[in-house]
C-alpha cells in the first residue's frame, strides 16, 4: 500500500485533506464556543444536502429518475 507507485501523491494530499479538515473544525469550535451555535444546526446544514446528492446519485445510476 505505501509502495505503490502509480500514485505517489495519494498519501501526501490525504496528509493535507485531513489537515485541513482539522482546521475547519478548530474553527468552528472557537466560533461555537463564543456564538452557541450547536453542532447538530451545523451537522445539519452540511449533512441534508449531501444526502440529497447521493440519494439522487443513486436514483440516477439505477435508471429510475
Known sequence: MFS???NPFH???SAG???AVGIILSI???L???YGIP???VTAIIGA???LYL????RKQKGNG
Open 4 to 6: 505503490d507507485k502509480t
Open 11 to 13: 498519501i501526501p494530499f
Open 55 to 58: 440519494l439522487l446519485r443513486e
Open 32 to 34: 461555537s464556543a463564543l
Open 49 to 51: 444536502p449531501y444526502y
Open 28 to 30: 468552528y469550535a472557537h
Open 39 to 41: 453542532a447538530g444546526i
Open 17 to 19: 485533506g485531513h489537515r
